[in-house]
């Protein structure tokens, strides 16, 4: 098989794998190299299946000794099989970017005789571009579980970010579904690059000639719907694992039917992509909005609110604390409100040290309207229709969403 008939299966094999944004990454290579990037990112593409992609998203094999029950690449699949050479990967990544199909590679790969051997040839493929090739554009390296810890240290080295996938939320689910992989040959290495990123750190400080790993730091994917594992024991362990190895993000992926096996679902059940665009907003909350896990889910309710975005069900769930006075909340109260982001935050801060912020200012600060003018009172006066009441309130923005069935694509973030 050619290298271009290899692509066409291994690219295909990679769409399962949701974790490839290349967000937060600041070039450290800037000096007589071929690419760049922003912190921004670098340009998006679309995939086959509709999603948006930046990188060139590839498996350097489709080989697993592995059987895990929820994988198209199981060892007992009867799929076609195949592999790159790291000389081929090479040349394809700096053909595609020279023809400008891409600027940089995400690269994960099936488990092909050990996790050691694997993490090598991966490791090879991003050595050679960086130090033959001076390429400098963005590297995404998917790190096998189980591999060394040396091994590990040479992809942060030459990788903007490296990751492991966690992939099912218990120890008992990876049991059952993935009995050869175990929990610690998993957050081993996530515990292994969280200190190589912050033992660079510090040797930075020092000195800026020092090498840096992984600049983009980590991250991981967790399969949503495979394993029966509620939503608020999925948000427990992504906050757990936010706090304990500092991971940039945690991605969701609904659970898509791939193989029949007894152990999975019903395989005729499309995937859930509501739920996970509710676990990804879960998500924002708890990073960058001050939200408690309690806060978003209290220890009674397993379940995100299928019909509202979580920061709406918090808000009708504690009407004591509205409507907030958009000239006088200070900022953690602001970001609360449903329809308020944090540009949106700072935009009414900024204006109101001006003048006073008035109901029609607010949509062009960014304000989604629609679902905050009901929390909302502007110069002592509230902002929606009639009085203040959960109950109405709720019932309007039931009425006035999109029906769930028109949401089949969702964005995987919010602002508000």
């Known amino acids: 098989m050619d290298a271009l008939g290899k692509l066409a299966v291994l690219a295909g094999a990679a769409r399962y794998d949701v974790s490839c944004t290349s967000s937060g990454s600041r070039s450290l290579w800037s000096k007589g190299v071929i690419g760049t990037r922003s912190v921004g990112g670098i340009c998006h593409s679309w995939s086959a299946d509709g999603r948006c992609i930046s990188l060139l998203k590839v498996l350097f094999s489709n080989h697993c000794i592995y059987d895990c029950a929820y994988c198209v690449n199981r060892a007992s699949n009867p799929i076609p099989r195949t592999s790159f050479t790291v000389k081929e990967m090479v040349t394809l990544v700096m053909a595609f970017y020279r023809r400008n199909y891409i600027e940089g590679l995400f690269l994960s790969s099936g488990v092909l005789r050990s996790p050691d051997y694997t993490m090598e040839q991966m490791i090879r493929v991003a050595e050679r571009l960086r ?5 400098g554009g963005y590297i995404h390296l998917k790190t096998i579980p189980g591999a060394s810890p040396e091994l590990i240290r040479r992809a942060g080295l030459v990788a903007d970010r ?3 996938n966690i992939e099912l939320p218990t120890e008992d ?20 690059i969280s200190r190589a990123i912050e033992e660079s750190r510090e040797e930075r400080r020092r000195s800026r000639r020092a090498p840096v790993f992984a600049p983009a730091g980590q991250s991981t994917q967790l399969i949503v719907g495979a394993s029966p594992e509620p939503d608020r024991q999925i948000l427990s362990l992504a906050r757990g694992l936010y706090r304990r190895f500092r991971l940039k993000r945690v991605y969701y992926s609904a659970y ?3 193989n029949a096996d007894a152990r999975l679902p019903d395989p005729t059940r499309p995937p859930d992509l509501l739920r996970e665009h509710r676990l990804y907003q879960a998500d924002w909350l708890l990073r960058c909005y ?3 896990l309690d806060e978003i889910l209290p220890s009674d309710c397993p379940a995100l609110d299928p019909a509202l975005d979580p920061k709406t069900a918090w808000a009708l769930r504690h009407p004591e604390r ?3 006075e958009v000239n006088g909340a200070d900022y953690e109260t602001l970001i609360r409100v449903p329809g308020i982001g944090e540009r949106s935050a700072r935009r009414i801060i900024a204006t109101r040290r001006v003048a006073p912020v008035h109901i029609e200012d607010l949509a062009r600060l960014g304000v989604v309207t629609r679902r905050a003018l009901p929390f909302l009172s502007c110069c002592g006066r509230y902002a929606g229709a009639g009085a203040f009441n ?10 006035s969403a999109r029906p769930i069935a028109a949401q089949a694509e969702l964005p995987l973030e919010f602002d508000a």
């Open 131 to 135: 130090r033959e090739e001076r390429f």
């Open 162 to 164: 490296v990751s492991v």
């Open 173 to 192: 689910s990876l049991r059952r579904l993935a009995p050869d992989k175990c929990k610690e040959d998993i957050l081993g290495p996530m515990g292994a």
């Open 256 to 258: 898509t039917p791939v």
């Open 290 to 292: 001050g939200f408690d």
């Open 322 to 324: 509205f409507p907030v």
């Open 390 to 399: 959960p109950v109405r309130i709720r019932e309007q923005l039931l009425a």
